[in-house]
């Protein structure tokens, strides 16, 4: 990329940080206060990312043709600014209902500020040049966690959550909305359009709904999303649980996204060496391996490190990989839409995880929960395969 079309690939990787740290990961960050200063359950907390991320899923297709109408700029910028006022409200909840009405319009903000939406009207934007500019902006926003959690800890301390929230609020509107706005457009501008193709060689829009292969891969990583979304937001309680200080806690969350970067950059540099597909399968086996040392670790200091280091690293390659594999299978075009429909069942599971984690806890323990994660994991990587080998079954098909 020269600096011209990097320029606008860095305001998105900015605004990116900046929402993931605000939105997303405020969540994890503050699960433990609202428990503590709300009387509410652990259920009945995690609900409310169920919701939101729910929510965000059924909008995904919806934020998916907006991309493909070259409405982008205003969508990711508009939910940006949704999701500062939302935060605004989060900060003067008193009742539970007013908390999953909060995180539902949280939803709505995700569904078009985040990652989904980011990735899509990159790939519009630029076709199969888009890895360069998807890994840019996923080594940038890998910090996300890594500013979150110290920052909301910092604040939360001093003047309390509720603060906190304002604070999210004020770096949401004011810094991510004009970044994806400025960043979005410049990209949207500069768009290379996708080669024409003869409407009788061109499957009808929803085709690739038909074919298994892409039945698979959403299932597939439907099931990395439930075991991300339990571990990462059930991690401060476990190691509470396990008599870990919140300092030590959070310290440790805080090393998940450097991890991230990490994992992405092992990703570029070996990217001659090993395929998108053996990576992969790597990521899968180093998440179900690193889950099952958090869980017979108990917040030990050389375990947890090591969780950190195979979790965040093997999941911060997935955020790459997602699209890049998707529009492998199933071809650039349309693929705002086709990255939604992909996106629901993803986004479904990734909603569903906290709160099932915390039903599985309340019936046998972290103990329980983590077992059940190794089994998803490993029945992900078998969907996955199951893709990709449908996948090249077709392409020699059409080959023939």
Same mark, same amino acid.
């Given at each position: 990329?020269?600096?011209?079309?990097r320029?606008p690939?860095?305001?998105?990787?900015?605004?990116?940080?900046?929402?993931?740290?605000s939105?997303?990961?405020?969540f994890?960050a503050?699960?433990?206060?609202?428990?503590?200063d709300?009387?509410?359950?652990? $259920?009945?907390?995690?609900l409310?990312?169920?919701?939101?991320?729910?929510?965000?899923?059924?909008?995904?297709?919806?934020?998916?043709?907006?991309?493909?109408?070259?409405?982008?700029?205003?969508?990711?910028?508009?939910?940006?600014?949704l999701?500062?006022?939302?935060?605004?409200?989060?900060?003067?909840?008193?009742?539970?209902?007013?908390?999953y009405a909060?995180?539902?319009?949280?939803?709505?903000?995700?569904?078009?500020?985040?990652?989904?939406?980011?990735f899509?009207?990159?790939?519009r934007?630029?076709?199969?040049?888009?890895?360069?500019?998807?890994?840019?902006?996923?080594?940038?926003?890998?910090?996300?966690?890594?500013?979150?959690?110290?920052?909301?800890?910092a604040?939360t301390?001093a003047?309390?959550?509720?603060v906190?929230?304002l604070?999210?609020?004020?770096?949401?509107?004011?810094?991510?909305? $004009?970044?994806?706005?400025?960043?979005a457009?410049a990209?949207?501008?500069a768009?290379?359009?996708?080669?024409?193709?003869?409407?009788?060689?061109?499957?009808?829009?929803?085709?690739?709904?038909r074919?298994p292969a892409?039945w698979?891969?959403a299932?597939?990583f439907?099931?990395?999303?439930v075991?991300?979304?339990?571990?990462?937001?059930?991690?401060?309680?476990?190691?509470?649980?396990s008599?870990?200080?919140?300092?030590?806690?959070?310290?440790?969350a805080?090393?998940?996204g450097?991890?991230q970067?990490?994992?992405r950059l092992?990703?570029?540099?070996?990217?001659?060496v090993?395929?998108h597909h053996?990576?992969?399968l790597t990521?899968?086996?180093?998440?179900?391996?690193?889950?099952?040392?958090l869980?017979?670790?108990?917040?030990?200091?050389?375990?947890?490190?090591?969780?950190?280091m195979?979790?965040?690293?093997a999941?911060?390659?997935?955020?790459?990989?997602?699209p890049?594999?998707?529009?492998d299978?199933?071809?650039g075009?349309d693929?705002g839409a086709?990255?939604?429909?992909?996106a629901?069942?993803?986004?479904?599971?990734?909603a569903s995880? $906290?709160?099932l984690?915390?039903?599985v806890w309340?019936?046998?323990?972290y103990?329980?929960?983590?077992s059940?994660?190794?089994?998803?994991?490993?029945?992900?990587?078998l969907?996955?395969?199951?893709a990709?080998?449908?996948?090249?079954?077709d392409?020699?098909?059409a080959?023939?």
């Open positions: 990329m020269t600096a011209t079309t320029r690939v860095i305001l998105l990787a900015i605004g990116q940080t900046l929402a993931w740290a939105i997303y990961y405020i994890p503050l699960l433990l206060r609202w428990e503590q709300l009387g509410w359950t652990k $259920p009945e907390v995690t409310a990312i169920t919701l939101g991320v729910l929510t965000s899923a059924l909008l995904a297709p919806i934020s998916g043709r907006i991309i493909d109408a070259g409405r982008g700029p205003h969508l990711m910028a508009g939910a940006s600014v999701g500062g006022i939302m935060l605004v409200l989060l900060s003067r909840v008193e009742a539970l209902w007013q908390f909060v995180w539902g319009g949280l939803g709505v903000a995700m569904s078009g500020s985040l990652y989904e939406p980011c899509a009207l990159v790939t934007a630029r076709g199969a040049g888009a890895k360069g500019s998807i890994v840019l902006i996923t080594l940038v926003a890998g910090f996300a966690s890594t500013i979150s959690f110290p920052a909301v800890h604040v301390e003047s309390g959550w509720r906190a929230s604070m999210a609020a004020a770096v949401v509107m004011f810094g991510s909305a $004009p970044l994806h706005w400025f960043g457009r990209l949207e501008a768009r290379v359009e996708e080669p024409a193709q003869d409407a009788a060689v061109h499957p009808p829009r929803r085709a690739f709904l074919r892409f698979y891969l299932a597939g439907s099931l990395v999303a075991v991300h979304g339990a571990t990462l937001h059930h991690l401060l309680s476990y190691l509470d649980e008599g870990l200080s919140p300092e030590a806690a959070v310290l440790a805080s090393f998940i450097p991890m970067v990490a994992g092992a990703m570029m540099m070996s990217e001659k090993i395929s053996g990576v992969a990521a899968f086996a180093l998440i179900g391996a690193s889950v099952a040392l869980m017979f670790g108990h917040g030990a200091p050389v375990t947890l490190s090591a969780f950190v195979l979790f965040a690293g999941y911060g390659t997935v955020s790459i990989l997602r890049l594999i998707a529009r299978i199933l071809g075009r693929f086709k990255s939604g429909a992909l629901l069942p993803y986004l479904i599971g990734s995880a $906290p709160w984690g915390a039903m309340g019936i046998g323990g103990g329980l929960m983590f059940l994660l190794i089994g998803l994991i490993a029945l992900g990587a969907l996955y395969l199951a990709h080998t449908r996948a090249g079954r392409r020699r098909k080959n023939a």
